[in-house]
């Protein structure tokens, strides 16, 4: 069973950076992408970054997030990181981590209900 927890989230100043840290359990044998997503009271859970763990690793991006975040994985260590910088007062959110998707494509990647492991969360918030 993979088990993700989630750390590094807080609060910031706009412009400021953060950067979060999933570890991963039991996932390599079994998990071909992983990413992470983030959620506002009242919205649906929205895909960030999420990253292919084969074939180069590839990458996807929310096109608001662009440029500015950075989805990273290391093996040795069994944790994925979202580096975080330029933030704005709109990426203010709960950050959660996961891992296993059926379909490792645009749109579906992105989608929350595609993924099936997640971690508890954790509160970024970024102030003006």
């Known amino acids: 069973q993979v088990q993700l927890v989630e750390s590094g989230g807080g609060s910031v100043q706009a412009g400021g950076s953060l950067r979060l840290s999933c570890a991963a359990s039991?996932?390599?044998?079994?998990?071909?992408?992983l990413g992470w997503f983030r959620q506002t009271p009242g919205k649906q859970r929205e895909g960030v970054a999420v990253l292919g763990t084969v074939g180069g690793g590839v990458t996807f991006y929310a096109d608001s997030v662009k440029g500015r975040f950075t989805i990273s994985l290391d093996n040795a260590r069994n944790r994925f990181y979202l580096q975080m910088n330029s933030l704005k007062p709109e990426d203010t959110a709960m950050y959660y981590c996961a891992a296993d998707c059926p379909r490792f494509y645009m749109p579906y990647v992105m989608r929350s209900e595609e993924w099936t492991h997640w971690g508890q969360g954790v509160q970024v918030t970024v102030s003006s």
């Open positions: 039991d996932y390599k044998a079994s998990v071909y992408c």
